[in-house]
């Protein structure tokens, strides 16, 4: 099993609707993000957090919302989908400093969203 | 604010080839460095790291120098292969190590 898990995988919705992402990992870490992917964009960071208490916006927040719902559970919500948000979403967790390389981050296989 | 910039794809290379992708940042303080691949249909992996001025990152046959004074950290391959064939992004952390900052990615097809 994966350590970071990314439920749905694909998804397609129509303009409006409230779609929600969730990512669960059994990696221990504290550290969960959210990113965006887009062709020729890279990855944009969208929220992060660093234990259960902590919620922070990333580069483009405006337009999601997230729950941390628990250490390993980090959910991604679009309150009223636009086509505009269509892209590749991956959430990805770290233990910086301790276990692991600072600042590597592991990742999920990715959740792709079309609104149309 | 902190910014990495990488050669635009994308690239298209010969088995056997050798590759250089290009990376550049923007960053205060002293950021640490990262390549990270992204095969087809998954997420992103580390490659490899530096996390000082002239150190070498290495994995897979791949190589990366962190060069401070001309702020690049060139990915290297001597001799690619059909399986390399990724998306490739560079990327930095830096002062509190709150996060990641990527580049746009430079996607390389490698033929047989």
């Known amino acids: 099993d994966a350590d970071v898990t990314q439920t749905p995988r694909n998804r397609i919705t129509k303009t409006g609707k409230r779609i929600m992402l969730e990512c669960s990992q059994t990696k221990g870490h504290d550290r969960m993000y959210w990113y965006r992917q887009d062709p020729g964009l890279g990855l944009r960071l969208i929220y992060y957090s660093f234990d259960v208490k902590d919620i922070n916006k990333g580069e483009i927040s405006d337009g999601y919302s997230v729950s941390r719902q628990a250490q390993a559970k980090f959910s991604l919500s679009l309150e009223s989908a636009i086509p505009n948000q269509t892209a590749l979403y991956f959430c990805?967790?770290?233990?910086?400093?301790?276990?692991?390389?600072?600042?590597?981050?592991?990742f999920g296989e990715g959740s792709r969203l079309t609104v149309l | 604010g902190d910014s990495v910039t990488q050669m635009e794809g994308p690239v298209t290379l010969s088995e056997e080839a050798f590759l250089t992708i290009n990376c550049t940042y923007t960053?205060?303080?002293?950021?640490?460095l990262f390549w990270y691949v992204q095969y087809p249909g998954e997420g992103l992996q580390l490659l490899l790291k530096a996390t000082k001025a002239d150190d070498k990152g290495s994995n897979k046959g791949f190589e990366a120098t962190y060069r401070k004074e001309t702020t690049s950290f060139h990915l290297e391959k001597g001799s690619v292969q059909v399986s390399d064939s990724a998306v490739y992004f560079c990327a930095l952390t830096s002062g509190s190590a709150r996060q990641l900052t990527f580049g746009s990615g430079t996607q390389l097809t490698v033929l047989p």
């Open positions: 960053a205060t303080g002293y950021p640490s």
């Open positions: 990805a967790t770290s233990d910086l400093g301790r276990e692991s390389t600072p600042g590597e981050l592991f």
